[in-house]
C-alpha cells in the first residue's frame, strides 16, 4: 500500500491486510515522522494496535515482489509500478480533517480489503501477527 506520507490510509489498509490474511507491506513517496495520532486513535478503537508502526520510504525496486501494487491518491506514477498490477483507492485523506473523517477513512479501507480478502479467496488466519 502506497501513500505519499505513509502516516495514516496506507498504514491502515496494511493493518486490515495482515489481519485479513494477506502479506502486505506498506511505503510513502514522501514519508511523515509518525503515524497521526488519530489514525493510532481511530484504530485503537477496534482493537488494533499500530504504536510500534513506523512510516517507511518506498523503495521503487522492490515494487516487483509484490503482486498487487494499491496507492492512494495516485501516490505512485504508474510507470513506476513497471509490470505488477496497480490500483489506485480513491479514498478520503483525512490529514488534518477533523476526527470523524479518519473515522471515515477507515470505514472505508476495512470494507476495501475485506472485498479484496474475499475476491482473491484469503482466509483470515487465527493468529495475527502485526508487523510493521
Known amino acids: ?7 495514516s490510509r496506507s498504514q491502515m489498509a496494511q493493518a486490515y491486510a495482515l489481519i485479513a ?7 510513502g513517496t514522501f514519508p511523515s515522522m509518525r503515524l497521526t495520532e488519530e489514525t493510532l ?3 485503537k478503537q477496534q482493537g488494533i494496535d499500530l504504536s510500534d508502526f513506523r512510516p517507511k520510504p518506498l523503495d521503487t525496486r522492490r515494487l516487483g515482489a509484490f503482486d498487487r ?12 509500478a513497471g509490470d505488477v498490477p496497480l490500483d489506485s ?7 488534518g480533517l477533523p476526527l470523524d473523517a479518519f473515522l471515515q477513512a ?3 479501507i476495512e470494507r476495501r480489503v475485506k472485498e479484496l480478502a474475499r475476491r482473491h479467496g484469503v482466509k483470515r488466519p ?6 510493521p
Open 89 to 95: 483507492w480513491n479514498t478520503l485523506d483525512p490529514q
Open 106 to 108: 477507515r470505514r472505508d
Open 41 to 43: 486513535h481511530v484504530m
Open 69 to 80: 501494487v494499491i496507492t492512494f491518491g495516485n501516490a505512485l506514477p504508474r510507470h513506476l
Open 126 to 131: 487465527e493468529t495475527v501477527l502485526l508487523t
Open 1 to 7: 500500500f502506497v501513500d505519499v506520507g505513509n502516516a
Open 21 to 27: 490474511g494477506f502479506h502486505a507491506e506498506s511505503a
